[in-house]
């Protein structure tokens, strides 16, 4: 699903990259499982990281006390969150990249 929104290239090269580390991959869920349910769930292994949360819509909230948002709203699907990312695991990026491009 996520490397769907990749040029085709890109996907394709980071998906076989997913799929090289399947057993090594490990999967999260918290919440309900409706399909109007708020939930978190992770995805993470050596070279991919994907977190998915909803939270509770800050802005619905009337202003008198009424309606969600705020500490102690209800997370809903209306409002959520979510990173992808490569992880790195400590390696000075900044570094690498002056020692090989520079």
Request: charged share 20%; hydrophobic share 30%; proline share 5%.
């Amino acid at each position: 699903m996520y490397v769907g929104y990749m040029a085709e290239e890109h996907g394709a090269v980071k998906l076989k990259e997913v799929e090289e580390h399947l057993d090594d991959t490990y999967f999260y869920w918290l919440g309900e499982t409706d399909d109007d349910s708020a939930c978190y769930y992770r995805v993470h292994s050596p070279v991919a990281l994907i977190e998915y949360d909803a939270q509770a819509p800050l802005a619905y909230g009337t202003g008198n006390g009424g309606g969600m948002g705020g500490p102690g709203g209800t997370p809903t699907q209306q409002h959520i969150h979510t990173v992808i990312r490569t992880p790195n695991y400590g390696v000075d990026l900044l570094k690498l990249h002056l020692e090989n491009d520079h």
